[in-house]
């Protein structure tokens, strides 16, 4: 088992910057190698859309294009905690955050790939 709990999200400015932060815990969490960590977000009224992955040992960060550029997805293995950085925000980045882990390496967008899910941080952007 994997728990996720994110944290870091909040209202800011257009322009302005946020790092959301996933915390990993669980037996599960001791075995994870190169299982793969994701970032989605949803809107209201919207589908789950991938922002960003990465591998748990560091590896292969990818990005969504509509945020290439201004996010950038990281973790730290000592704290079991991946980041997203977002800079530049924009009002259509503002959504709930979910963090997911899966049970290995996958793809990356296919949030049915993904076993484990937090409960989401929201993201409010003002114009």
């Known amino acids: 088992q994997v728990q996720l709990v994110e944290s870091g999200g909040g209202l800011v400015q257009a322009g302005g910057s946020l790092r959301l932060s996933c915390a990993a815990s669980?037996?599960?969490?001791?075995?994870?190698?190169?299982?793969?960590m994701v970032w989605f977000r949803q809107a209201q009224g919207k589908d789950r859309e991938f922002v960003a992955a990465i591998s748990w040992n560091g590896g292969s960060p990818s990005y969504a294009e509509s945020v290439g550029g201004r996010f950038a997805v990281s973790r730290d293995r000592a704290k079991n905690t991946v980041y997203l950085q977002m800079d530049s925000l924009q009002s259509e980045d503002a959504a709930v955050y979910l963090c997911?882990?899966?049970?290995?390496?996958?793809?990356?967008?296919?949030?049915?790939?993904?076993?484990?899910w937090g409960q989401g941080t929201q993201v409010t952007v003002s114009s």
């Open positions: 997911a882990a899966a049970r290995g390496a996958v793809s990356g967008s296919d949030w049915t790939d993904y076993m484990y």
């Open positions: 669980g037996l599960f969490v001791r075995t994870m190698g190169d299982n793969t």
